[in-house]
């Protein structure tokens, strides 16, 4: 993909050091940093010199720490880093103080925050990462949307949380939809087709049938259409123009090295008020 290419979609790479970010201009116009990290420019043997931001149990606690430390370094500014235990649930964390935001233990799969000084952000390797930003009132999000959390509608419920908190409109959020799986390779059975034609009435909208049973999703998609119905408009949200499985070369992708390689590294998606 060319520079130019990447550049309509609405993000543009930021490098520092080998350390390479996908950031979503819109959010940045807009008052925030944001990065979504790759697997360049770190310590971790995955299999050697990647960036490894969580994973604990499949990396040293010293490579992961170091490779946090690069990441920060590479979009710049001082900020502390909130993250949580994610548990493909639909809980929302709200990161109010530094203690907040050093409690990563609380299992939660969506952060909120209008904090300064703080990075909200969720870790993936296919799950979709959605980054939110409030202009209006300073207030910021990062979702964790595999297709669980799609199902439970964890990007709307989160948006109505902004709304409830800080008084967040839908129509004034800008929102950026992360590198994840893609519909062209994310075969899912018939259990997750279910699990959306229960949840949605427009679920056929996210497949592309393969074999008996099995079909393609668009978790993209779904995720988009979710920002819509909770009111953002189609023209504040932009989606990031690659699938995790397809570009093993820039992302960690759970589906095929944890296969593969039997481990696999975790992306980081942050956001926070420049």
């Known amino acids: 993909m060319t520079d130019e290419t990447l550049s309509e979609s609405g993000f543009y790479w930021r490098e520092r050091e080998g350390v390479k970010v996908l950031v ?3 959010l940045e116009e807009a008052g925030f940093t944001n990065g979504f990290s790759t697997r360049h420019g770190g310590v971790s043997p ?14 040293t606690a010293d490579n992961i720490y170091e490779n946090r430390r690069r990441f920060l370094a590479a979009l710049g500014g001082d900020y502390d880093l909130a993250t949580a235990w994610q548990v493909h649930g639909d ?3 709200v ?5 907040d935001a050093a409690d990563t233990d609380e299992h939660a799969d969506a952060l909120i925050s209008d904090l300064p000084g703080t990075l909200v952000g969720v870790k993936t390797a296919d799950c979709v990462p ?5 202009p209006r009132h300073g207030a910021f999000a990062a979702v964790h949307a595999g297709w669980r959390g799609t199902v439970q509608s964890i990007v709307l419920k989160s948006i109505e949380l902004m709304s ?7 129509a004034d959020l800008v929102c950026a939809i992360g590198p994840a799986a893609g519909c ?4 899912i059975g018939q259990n997750v087709i279910d699990a959306f034609a229960s949840a949605f009435s427009d679920s056929d909208a996210y497949f592309t049938p393969t074999r008996t049973g099995h079909a393609f999703v668009d978790l993209h998609l779904a995720n988009r259409r979710q920002l819509n119905a909770a009111g953002v408009p189609d023209a504040n949200i932009r989606t990031a123009p690659f699938c995790t499985m397809e570009h093993t070369n820039l992302f960690f992708s759970y589906r095929i090295e944890k296969i593969r390689f039997g481990k696999t590294g975790r992306l980081l998606s942050v956001i926070g008020r420049t």
């Open 164 to 170: 409830g908190r800080y008084g967040s409109d839908p």
């Open 95 to 99: 990161v109010a103080s530094a203690a």
């Open 91 to 93: 809980h929302i964390k």
């Open 46 to 59: 995955f299999p050697e010199n990647d960036l490894n931001l969580a994973g604990f149990n499949e990396d």
């Open 24 to 26: 979503c201009r819109d």
């Open 130 to 134: 959605v980054l939110i930003a409030d």
């Open 184 to 187: 062209g390779s994310y075969e």
